[in-house]
């Protein structure tokens, strides 16, 4: 969910939003791994900074995210962290 318009009203009325978003294991092209990892957060973030109401942001990623890495999860949610 990348439409601003629906993430403004999912998170209206809330103080706090938690990102848990992530990559199925079965993806295997970068562009599935982006949206998941990167597109997907990053609109979320811009939501949630829009809101006056929300006064924190938990995002949940994954240990071993690494700019470096072999593996495309991992180096894509270094990029979304």
């Not at 240990?63 to 593996?71: E, F, I």
């Amino acid at each position: 969910m990348t439409n601003q318009n629906d993430l403004k009203h999912v998170i209206r009325d809330q103080n706090t939003v938690i990102n848990c978003i992530g990559s199925h294991i079965y993806y295997k092209r970068e562009k599935e791994f982006e949206d998941a990892n990167i597109n997907v957060p990053r609109a979320i973030a811009k939501a949630a900074a829009a809101n006056p109401n929300v006064k924190r942001l938990i995002h949940i990623s994954a240990a071993g995210a690494d700019p470096n890495s072999q593996s495309m999860r991992l180096r894509t949610k270094w990029i979304g962290e």
